[in-house]
């Protein structure tokens, strides 16, 4: 599937990250509104997704299809896809500050989070730092930390300890299909796949294993939906219903037969379940 983005490198925080945005009604890549830095009054908050880990914005066509609405960010992490190398390792909670100075950079006040897997990770530590410009948060098939999570299938989990096995293209896209469509039935793309340089896959698992969210998950204070898939082989569904019942007021929506990236295997019913908490009208304070 052809990427309908349109793509620049920002300089944020120190750090230089390729950013990719969807424009509403997904017209061709670079049309539209998609640098403006403020919607037409009314319009949704832009939604921006945090990728799993090692994955490139490309990957993420699926969802920009299935949610056309409103408008939709998305960053490479520093040495994945087209973002440059981190000079130094970097934490969680740095991360979420790069995103903040990012919106700042687009003059963004308040969006809608979709964090995906190591994505969830940055997307929990940005909705306990900047409150504020959070609408509302959803977690997919994520955990609270490396420390902390109900682990998945050994296996799989020994493959992401090995950088080789990820930075290489010939290897990548096989190592990718064994990962994350783990227990899946339905077939996702994996074509528009990048391999992550060495330096930016260690430093994406060594961020996860240092951080944890449990100290602060009852303090998040925004509408959040968790989502999981039943058959996820790499984080077990445990961790989203932990999730779930350590975030006060969070919905949980499962799925079934979709992987660990069943928000790509199940592209369409993901964005209308998506659209759906994120189009409701927030409840009574």
Not at 78 to 96: E, H, L, N, Q, R
Not at 97 to 114: F, G, N, Q, S, W
Request: neutral net charge; aromatic residues 6%; hydrophobic residues 45%.
């Amino acid at each position: 599937m052809a990427s309908t983005a349109s793509y620049s490198l920002i300089g944020v925080a120190g750090r230089r990250l390729r950013v990719g945005q969807w424009d509403i009604g997904r017209g061709p890549a670079g049309s539209g509104r998609a640098a403006s830095g403020h919607g037409r009054p009314g319009e949704p908050h832009p939604l921006v997704v945090l990728n799993g880990i090692g994955m490139n914005i490309e990957l993420l066509e699926p969802i920009a299809q299935a949610v056309t609405d409103r408008r939709i960010i998305a960053l490479d992490m520093p040495g994945i896809g087209g973002s440059p190398d981190p000079v130094f390792p970097y934490t969680i909670p740095c991360m979420a500050l790069a995103l903040a100075a990012l919106l700042d950079r687009l003059r963004i006040e308040r969006i809608d989070l979709l964090g995906i897997s190591w994505g969830g990770a940055v997307a929990q530590q940005f909705a306990f730092q900047h409150r504020a410009r959070l609408g509302k948060l959803v977690l997919a098939a994520t955990a609270s930390g490396g420390a902390t999570m109900v682990p998945g299938n050994v296996a799989l989990l020994g493959k992401m300890a090995d950088p080789r096995e990820y930075t290489v293209e010939k290897t990548l896209r096989r190592n990718l299909a064994m990962l994350y469509n783990g227990g899946g039935s339905g077939r996702v793309s994996l074509n528009a796949a990048r391999a992550p340089s060495p330096t930016g896959w260690a430093c994406q698992l060594a961020a996860f294993a240092a951080w944890s969210s449990v100290p602060f998950l009852p303090l998040i204070g925004v509408p959040t939906m968790v989502m999981a898939d039943e058959e996820d082989q790499l984080i077990p569904p445990v961790n989203s219903h932990f999730l779930h019942n350590a975030i006060p007021g969070s919905r949980l929506e499962m799925f079934s037969g979709g992987g660990h990236l069943f928000m790509l295997s199940k592209a369409e019913e993901f964005g209308e379940r998506l659209t759906g908490f994120l189009d409701e009208p927030p409840g009574p304070t």
